[in-house]
């Protein structure tokens, strides 16, 4: 179906949540997508962090072909080969101890404020409730579902769905004070993004993070770290958490973890998994065959990747922080590794820009209103980096000019 005709159709089937680009992509490979025109376009968003290993990787494309042969479901109601083996990495890699497997970012975190609520209750309560408040950031993102939207410190998303899930109160990002202020022994977890995604690239202070960690183990709360959008070698590390030596009790994983395919996990310790019994929690299609081969073999390449997304992503930086000295409408360029944003000094200008960087076949986006988002698959190399910031050269230089001609003229216009 042409574009023009998939446009008309989904305005009569879908329910209106997505606000599109007018493009319909067909095929991928590598760090490339083609759309029904046979344009090519350079891919630096990875399907917001998703497709991380490009598209069409060689190693991916094997194991999905070979396991979708052999055995693609099962249910959690018997082993298959797979899942104990994932599990076995991603403790490896996260110095934690057990995992649960679930198909989202969403459902992730729902399990994991789920799980601090159930460990909360085994602590015994001395004659008191169980502690029960959850302490999340303000201007955070922690997915669509309810939990999780009671926990996303953005009202815009919370507000059209209130009653929230109550006993959850928002610190100040990176606040030290409200953070000491807040906290007390009600509080069973302290949850935050190691670097805020959806909330415009902003890792947490070492400070705020340290102070987190000491509180919550003091008191018998617990530290659990979303990182659905920094994690999993993303920030040039196995977790964002592991550039500040913090060590949390619950993480969260999802998006890049099988290389598109929908995939999440829960990581905690072992004395955090004693609180959960079978039935207390559990999902039909969680981590069956077909999703956990691919992610082993996903975690496989990444451990080949690591160094290549730190030195690509400091060489993207510094390039970045060039363009910051070029254009006086690039106010600040946040993010490590490969998570790299660049706020511009109005939310106008950064839509216009990710318009502009689309006509010339480069894929971006704009999070929290002012920021350029770039999430590029590991695999991008220096000049596909020189290529993106020729055209954002290009571009900011081109949307600066044409702002100021268009408030130029409305003030004109205010005038008469
Ligand atoms: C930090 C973070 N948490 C949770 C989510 C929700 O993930 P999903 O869309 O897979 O449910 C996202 C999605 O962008 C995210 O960035």
């Not at 991380?52 to 055995?71: C, E, F, W, Y």
């Not at 959690?76 to 679930?102: K, M």
């Amino acid at each position: 179906m042409s574009l023009a005709g998939t446009i008309l159709s989904e305005q009569h089937l879908l329910l209106p949540t997505y606000d599109r680009h007018k493009v319909l992509f067909e095929k991928g490979r590598g760090v490339y997508l083609w759309d029904s025109r046979g344009k090519r376009y350079l891919d630096f968003l990875s399907g917001i962090g998703v497709n991380a290993l490009g598209h069409g990787h060689p190693a991916i494309q094997t194991v999905l072909k070979r396991q979708a042969s052999r055995l693609i479901h099962v249910c959690n109601l018997f082993f298959h080969e797979y899942q104990a083996e994932l599990a076995r990495q991603l403790t490896r890699i996260s110095g934690l101890d057990r995992a649960f497997f679930c198909n989202s970012g969403t459902e992730a975190w729902e399990g994991a404020l789920k799980l601090a609520r159930a460990y909360a209750r085994t602590l015994g309560t001395n004659g008191h409730k169980p502690k029960w408040r959850i302490l999340a950031l303000e201007n955070s993102f922690h997915g669509r579902t309810f939990g999780s939207l009671a926990t996303t410190g953005q009202a815009k998303y919370r507000d059209p769905f209130g009653p929230m899930l109550p006993g959850v109160s928002f610190v100040e990002f990176n606040d030290v004070a409200d953070l000491k202020r807040q906290f007390d022994g009600s509080v069973c977890a302290i949850c935050l993004e190691t670097i805020q995604g959806e909330g415009g690239i902003r890792p947490v202070s070492p400070e705020f993070l340290n102070t987190a960690r000491t509180l919550s183990k003091r008191s018998g709360a617990l530290l659990l770290l979303d990182e659905i959008q920094c994690g999993l070698g993303r920030t040039g590390r196995y977790f964002a958490y592991q550039h500040y030596g913090v060590q949390p009790d619950i993480v969260t994983v999802a998006k890049p973890l099988a290389a598109g395919l929908p995939l999440g996990a829960i990581l905690t310790t072992k004395r955090v998994a004693s609180a959960i019994h079978p039935g207390m929690h559990g999902s039909t299609f969680g981590g069956g065959p077909l999703v956990c081969a691919v992610a082993i073999e996903f975690l496989k390449v990444l451990d080949q990747s690591l160094d290549h997304i730190s030195e690509v992503g400091d060489y993207f930086r510094e390039k970045l922080e060039w363009l910051r000295a070029r254009h006086k409408c690039v106010a600040e360029v946040r993010g490590m590794g490969l998570m790299l944003g660049m706020e511009l000094n109005s939310a106008d200008l950064a839509k216009l820009a990710v318009v502009e960087m689309l006509q010339r076949k480069i894929l971006i986006n704009r999070t929290n209103d002012t920021v350029l988002r770039f999430l590029p698959p590991y695999i991008i190399e220096k000049r596909h980096v020189d290529g993106v910031i020729r055209a954002l050269d290009e571009v900011l230089f081109g949307v600066a000019k044409d702002h100021r001609t268009l408030n130029r003229k409305s003030i004109a216009r205010s005038k008469n």
